[in-house]
């Protein structure tokens, strides 16, 4: 959880691959969208100066880690 809060405030992930893996982290099982979503939202804010309203495809998508050439179609 640290290594993750350290990539959070120094923004060196993009704010789907923040939200994806704070959930895969995340100790508790209740709230966690809640919190993640807001997250994601605050993340997305510090890159973008906009509020966002919804969390993109990719951050849903197991996958997203692969090179594309190796993601199953």
């Known amino acids: ?3 993750w809060a ?3 405030l120094d ?3 993009s704010p789907p691959d923040l939200y994806r893996e704070f959930e895969r982290i995340h100790p508790f099982v209740d709230g966690n969208g809640r919190v993640g979503d807001l997250l994601w939202k605050i993340a997305t804010h510090r890159k973008t100066d906009a509020w966002p309203e919804q969390l993109p495809s990719e951050a849903f998508d197991p ?3 692969l090179p594309r ?3 199953p179609d």
């Open 6 to 8: 350290e990539a959070f």
């Open 1 to 3: 959880m640290r290594a």
């Open 11 to 13: 923004d060196r992930l």
């Open 69 to 71: 050439e190796l993601r």
């Open 63 to 65: 996958h997203a880690d």
